[in-house]
């Protein structure tokens, strides 16, 4: 296919899964979770160009050159689009840098991985900033690959609860501190975000991040090719039974964290449980 047509039918996909889904529409205010990578630069790039009301947000995690390379790059991309960016400093707002975060936890025979403490603390801090800052909605730039996987790992692991927040729309509990995650990338393959990441030449790191302990994910990604495996086919199937995931799991009832008042179905949220851990 030739470049052109590529690019047109790209963007054509991700218009219409917005659409499809009622992902956003001109009236929300929408902060981007961007990393510095292909996806969320794309996710950024391309409602800018469908006329959202858009923002980046990136979390500085100080992952040495890694954090340096990727801030640079959405600040230099931000300021040639003309978006505004929001720059979190993780370790203002933790009081401690991840690394120091997930070295202490480690020593103290935590048995979390990397990513999992990553994923926790971002995923806290970017709904909280975004509530702060008053956007509606919370895009994020996870892919089909992605999708298909977590699928297959949730499958494996049994946790299968997980399951029912995924699809184009994040969660399933509704709650005014919860800002809506959406996925407008939800349909579109990684190696066509790729393609098109490099078509546009977005000033992107496709390098991988020094701290990912993604192991398991790493398989699952091996496995899906290995069996010659359609991620359309997973996602499509688990389409099928997505509305009764939901429908099992939507009553569960929110609290709000003891601690620091953010909504958690327990008692405590994960990350005030992390950052006791470390303190204790
Ligand atoms: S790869 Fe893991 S540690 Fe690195 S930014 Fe992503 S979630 Fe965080
Ligand atoms: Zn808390």
Redesign the pocket.
Known sequence: MEDKQFIKNFEEQVKNTIKKYKLFDKKDKILVAC?GGKDSTTTLYLLKKFGYNVQAGIID?K?GKFSDINLNNIKNFCKEKKIKINVFDFRKEFGFS?CYIRDILKSKNIKLN??TI??IL?RYLMNKLARKLKFTKLATGHNIDDEAQTILMNQFKGNIKLSAKQGPISGILKNKKFIPRVKPLYFSKEDDIRKYSKLMNFPVNYE??P????AYRRSIRTLIPKYEIEVNNIVESFFKILPSLQKQYKNEKINYCIICSEPTPGKECKTCQLIKKLKQ
């Not at 701290?211 to 993604?214: D, E, G, I, N, W």
């Open positions: 990393s995690l992952i991840f990397s990513c990553c994923g971002r991988p991040c701290c990912s302990t993604k």
